[in-house]
């Protein structure tokens, strides 16, 4: 009997890192997807504000179609949800619509270079915000991602300082979100999938009078005359996918963290960047020096080593910074 408990027991790991590993592929193709729509959109239709908010708009309809016609379960959720939400809400409008406002203004792969930093920000936020205190060899970690990324923005043959700092903001911004989900929702429970609904929902209704305010519907209407006689009705199309593919990975990625820890997710999110970059500068001929690559893989290669210096930190059962990662 005990060789059938051990079996059952493989038999159940195996399947488990099968389902991980769907949940990842899945993941990182709608990010990819995602990724080249978007950047379609933005470069025939230079309008972040706009884009960002379609993106919103397209989750929250998908989503309350898939309530009202019951194939996701509607959450029940309090006025203490919300309450609890909305700086999360906050740090998640600032974070998306500025990494489109960078998209908008540089490479994709450049925005998700800086984006790869996002651990360092993770880092110092705690340290110098919240007072927490690590260990050596994660602060050690910093210096390959900050000085990978710094390689990478000296060298980057397009460079934008608004590219640049949209990048930057939607890190702290981002970092800033997973700490107010981690201290506001303990002891909510509302599913991955429903959890993001809900933070979609919020952010269209905070992103909307900006994104009127700063771009406007006269814009919009100058703009989408131009692209649609430039690119014809795919145009609509491409509005189309990136609005329901930014929902799409977001909610897949939502509905991983249910699945898998926290440090696991944020080695799953690296990845993840690594394909945007590779695919996006095939896709759209970026050039790349030798040299600015090199400043990505030292950045990417940082986040692994703060990723591994993580655990060994979690294993002395001291979980912090690596928790903050994970945006649930
Ligand atoms: C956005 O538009 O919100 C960003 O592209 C999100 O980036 P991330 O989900 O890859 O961090």
């Known amino acids: ?110 925005t998700h270079i800086i984006k790869s930093g996002e ?21 050690l970690s910093l210096l390959p991602i900050i000085g990978g990324c710094a390689l990478a923005a000296v060298t980057e043959l397009n460079f934008n300082m608004t590219g640049f700092m949209g990048a930057m903001i939607s890190n702290l911004a981002f970092v800033f979100r997973n700490i107010f989900s981690k201290k506001g929702m303990k002891g909510m429970s509302v599913s991955g999938m429903n959890y993001y609904a809900c933070l979609s929902m919020l952010s269209l209704v905070l992103l909307t009078p900006f994104a009127i305010a700063v771009e406007g519907p006269q814009m919009w209407a100058a703009g989408w005359q131009t692209a649609m006689s430039q690119i014809g009705p795919n145009f609509v199309w491409w509005i189309a996918a990136q609005s329901i593919f930014y929902h799409l990975y977001n909610q897949v990625s939502y509905m991983s963290l249910d699945q898998i820890s926290p440090l696991t997710f944020s080695v799953g999110n690296t990845m993840k960047r690594i394909s945007v970059i590779v695919s996006s500068i095939i896709i759209f001929h970026t050039p790349v020096q030798p040299v600015n690559a090199l400043g990505a893989a030292i950045a990417i290669l940082g986040t692994f080593i703060y990723s591994q210096s993580c655990y060994n930190f979690e294993a002395g059962n001291k979980l912090m910074l690596c928790t903050i990662e994970d945006g649930s």
């Open 1 to 110: 009997p005990i060789e059938i408990n051990v079996d059952e027991k493989a038999g159940v790991e195996a399947a488990q890192r099968v389902k991980i590993g769907l949940y990842f592929a899945t993941w990182w193709a709608l990010n990819v997807v995602f990724n080249i729509y978007n950047k379609k959109v933005l470069n025939a239709f230079p309008y972040p504000w706009l884009t960002s908010t379609l993106s919103l708009a397209a989750g929250s309809l998908m989503m309350l179609i898939s309530w009202a016609i019951r194939i996701a379960d509607t959450p029940k959720v309090s006025l203490e949800f919300w309450k609890a939400l909305l700086p999360v809400a906050v740090a998640h409008t600032i974070g998306h619509v500025a990494a489109t406002v960078s998209m908008s203004k540089v490479a994709v792969s450049f």
């Open 119 to 139: 651990p360092a920000f993770s880092v110092l936020v705690s340290r110098f915000l919240l007072g927490d205190t690590f260990p050596i060899p994660v602060y």
